[in-house]
């Protein structure tokens, strides 16, 4: 990892993302404190996190870790009492886990008898049960079924709304572009693109207006001066036209286009993506 400056308040989240290898975990293991960076250094509150994950972390690894012989009543107890919780709160933190994650059909079983949706979502309350300020998530929906899924994205948006930073490592990049206020895309070490994400989104315009032509034009097509249009292609009597964010560039993209003869013989809007945006942001991923 070489160039990564970052700061994080309270309530808010930044996105990670970037192809494999890329050292997206290594950042994760350098703020949870477990590895130690060569040069910079972390801050928590002020002070300087190396050597050991800090009581005010949250860490869920990409790998599910718990004990399988278990209950996952068991297991959140266990963890619970590594940080002196009292009883009383020890109680009230599992019984307010199992209902945030929806684990209450299953948190009296073995854990070894999960699901693998019903298993991550138990990695992740464990990771919660010390009520942390930062929550560190590598990969968190990695094989959850779209409930589950929804459930996660619930419970950080609920954390985030407590006053919890967090932050989140996902190759699902509608997931991040539902919680985080900032993205990092790292590749081969570095960011590559480093922003808040309403700057990032606003860069891709309002999306992708794809427009079969009833016949090939004679001409070459111009639309530089057509307000809104971001780029363009045309390719085989299909034309591929990305637009800025106002509502009313379709229709002026459209009268340009019916002025010079061209009819329209099928029109399909796809709005802007994260998954867009970054292909554009940054080649090669």
Sequence with gaps: MRGVSLALEPGRCLGIAGPNGAGKSTLLGALAGWIHPSSGEVLLHGHAVHGRVPAEVGFAAQEVSFYPHLSGRHNLELFGQLYDLSRTELVRRVDHLVESFELEDWIEREA?????????????AIALINQPDLVLLDEPTTG???GS???LVRVISELLEEGNAVVMVSQVLADLEIVAHRLMVIVDGHPALHDDMESV????????????????PEEKIDLGG????????LNEGVLTVRLDGSPTRLPLLLDHLRRRGLRVARLEFQPASLQSVISELVPGW
Excluded: C, K, N, Q
């Design 112 to 124: 070894r008898s999960y699901s693998g949706g019903v298993a991550r979502r138990l990695h992740l």
């Design 144 to 146: 959850l079924d779209p």
């Design 149 to 151: 899924r929804s459930t």
């Design 201 to 216: 989104m606003a860069r891709a315009g309002a999306g992708v207006v794809v427009i079969e032509l009833a016949r090939h």
């Design 226 to 233: 057509v307000p809104g249009v971001l780029g363009f292609e």
